[in-house]
Structure formats: structure tokens, C-alpha cells
């Protein structure tokens, strides 16, 4: 019986740490990660690569979305980040999603929230201290 591989998505280098210690976490219970800076991703020449990462979504059976403070990369064809459209992808395939957000991004997501009828202020001026776009609330 094949293992249930788990696509494991966020921005990379901010959350390098995390991922490495979620693949072990994932490799230890048996399934396999699939990650796209670590080899696991077939980037086919013909496409671009955020395509490939898309593709990829689809040949798993879990898909683990992390939350830091970074954005990321915008994907090629949208106007959303390549994070958001792997989550996207996950959704459309009925993929069982499992989301870990970063304390402090919670935090900021927490007063993006509480300021949301004060007319007063534009909240997506706001400086967040640990997040560095509004899209990722």
C-alpha cells in the first residue's frame, strides 16, 4: 500500500525551520512529504514551475498550508500568491487541509479584525509588525 504523501506549502525561506521539522514530523508517521524546495516536485520544462507546484497538489492526499508574516511570490497567471493558488488547488481537489499559523501573524490578524468598522483608519496602511502584506489575513 502506497503512503498518503502530504504537500507541504508556505513562502520558503522565512519558514525553512518549520518545513524541515514538519517533513521529519511527516516522514515519521509513515506518509510522504512533498515539498517543493526539497526535490519532490516534478518540474516539467514545458510549464512554468509555479504550474508544477499546482500539479503536484493534485497527486497528494493531504495538504499542510503554513502562515507566516511573508506573502511571497505572486504566481505567474494571477494576481494571488503561489501559496494562495496551492491552497486554492487543494480546495478544488477536496484535499484535506490542515493550517498552522505563526503566533505573532495571528496577533496582527487579531487587530486587522478589531479595526475592520473603525472609519477612521485605512487598516491596509497599517504596519503590521509581523506581516508584511494585508492578503495574508
Known amino acids: 500500500m502506497a503512503s498518503p504523501r502530504v504537500f507541504i506549502s508556505s513562502t520558503c525561506y522565512d519558514l525553512k525551520h518549520i518545513r524541515e521539522s514538519l517533513k521529519y514530523f511527516v516522514k515519521g508517521i509513515g506518509y510522504e512529504p512533498v515539498l517543493s524546495d526539497d526535490g519532490d516536485v516534478f518540474y ?3 510549464i512554468h514551475t509555479h504550474d508544477s507546484c499546482l ?3 493534485s497527486t497528494c492526499q493531504i495538504f499542510v498550508l503554513i502562515i507566516g508574516g511573508r506573502y511571497g511570490g505572486i504566481h505567474n497567471d494571477s494576481t494571488e500568491s503561489i501559496t ?3 491552497y486554492r488547488m487543494a480546495v478544488s481537489n477536496k484535499i484535506p487541509i490542515f493550517t498552522l499559523v505563526d ?3 495571528s496577533s496582527d490578524h487579531h487587530l486587522y479584525q478589531m479595526n475592520g468598522k473603525n472609519n477612521d483608519i485605512d487598516r491596509d496602511k ?3 509588525p509581523a506581516s508584511d502584506n494585508v492578503k495574508i489575513f
Open 44 to 46: 516539467d520544462p514545458q
Open 84 to 86: 494562495n493558488e496551492e
Open 103 to 105: 503566533h505573532a501573524v
Open 55 to 57: 500539479d503536484e497538489v
Open 126 to 128: 497599517v504596519t503590521y
